[in-house]
């Protein structure tokens, strides 16, 4: 069963700084992987998706690596900024048939300072 | 386009009453998803329906039914809500061909659900 894991449960940064936010998964064998925001009491926003093909994507000051043999991505955050304080969430995809489901890990809550 | 719509955004009921989640979208996507959200526990997937007239039970189905009433809309149903069902909901959407690993799901603004 694939299980995702993501540490530390929360981050707390000075504005201005560059960050790295991580994802571990245990089955390497994943459709894609696939990063969200969700700001308090609001729904889920996709913020990249990765292809199991690709190594990275970028947008903006965003950008998030692919690793499936060591089960890893990361998101990397350029030059943060108080609006970024959110929670970042990333899931994998596994690749069978016309089940998407997507396996969720519990996200990391992110608090930039002014 | 207004993505993935959900109604309602809250709602209470007593133990044993029932209710209907909406969810529409207006993307043309063939999947549709709900999921709950519960501190702790993360996002579960409760049932999802890959196209029109068909639906498949995922993580934490028992409590509910859906409906896929068309290729938009996609509702889930609590017939006789309990308080473990106190929950944030979500509805999501992606367009799936079967062949290409671009499954984006987008999601719905949630409906925050308490049962007492």
């Known amino acids: 069963k694939q299980e995702v894991t993501q540490i530390p449960a929360a981050l707390s940064v000075p504005e201005g700084e560059n960050l790295v936010l991580n994802c571990s998964f245990t089955?390497?064998?994943?459709?894609?992987l696939q990063w969200f925001r969700q700001d308090p009491g609001k729904g889920l926003t996709s913020l990249l998706l990765?292809?199991?093909?690709?190594r990275e994507q970028t947008s903006g000051r965003l950008n998030a690596s692919l690793d499936k043999s060591s089960g890893r991505s990361t998101l990397y955050i350029a030059a943060s900024q108080p609006g970024d304080s959110a929670t970042y969430l990333c899931a994998v995809r596994p690749p069978a048939g016309a089940n998407s489901k997507l396996t969720f890990g519990k996200g990391i809550t992110l608090s930039v300072r002014p | 386009n207004a993505g993935v719509t959900q109604t309602p955004k809250f709602q209470v009921l007593k133990t044993g009453q029932s209710m209907t989640l909406q969810c529409a979208q207006d993307m043309n996507h063939n999947s549709m998803y709900w999921y709950r959200q519960d501190p702790g526990m993360g996002l579960r997937l409760i049932y999802y329906s890959a196209s029109e007239g068909t639906t498949d039970k995922g993580e934490v189905p028992n409590g509910y039914n859906v409906s896929r009433l068309n290729k938009r809309e996609f509702s889930l149903r609590l017939e006789s809500a309990a308080p473990s069902q106190t929950s944030v909901y979500f509805c999501?959407?992606?367009?799936?061909?079967?062949?290409?690993?671009?499954?984006?799901?987008?999601f719905g603004p949630g409906t925050r659900l308490t049962v007492l």
């Open positions: 990765i292809q199991s093909s690709q």
């Open positions: 999501a959407s992606s367009y799936y061909t079967g062949t290409s690993s671009v499954d984006e799901q987008f």
């Open positions: 089955d390497s064998a994943i459709y894609n």
